[in-house]
């Protein structure tokens, strides 16, 4: 389920310079591999610089982009779980 209509999305994604772990997106992608869509990870880079967490606690990891962007862009002790 999309929370924006496909043009919102569309023209995000068009303007959007991803540079963070663009070999890591692709690869996921490319293999199938759960990772965030690209307007997610925006709105939550977003709120990462605005909080500034000192601890953030990931369930379900699976490569690692979401966790090496948390860290990027905040500093913070992250924990993650990851179900065998």
């Excluded at 569309?10 to 690209?38: A, Q, S, T």
């Excluded at 090496?68 to 990851?82: M, P, Q, R, V």
């Amino acid at each position: 389920m999309n929370i924006n209509y496909n043009h919102i999305v569309d023209y995000l994604n068009n303007i959007y310079i991803d540079e963070d772990f663009v070999e890591l997106r692709k690869f996921g992608i490319e293999n199938n591999i759960p990772i965030m869509k690209l307007e997610t990870k925006e709105f939550l880079k977003s709120l990462l610089i605005i909080k500034k967490p000192k601890n953030i606690l990931e369930i379900g990891s699976a490569i690692g982009y979401s966790s090496l962007l948390f860290s990027k862009y905040t500093g913070a002790n992250i924990t993650t779980i990851e179900k065998k």
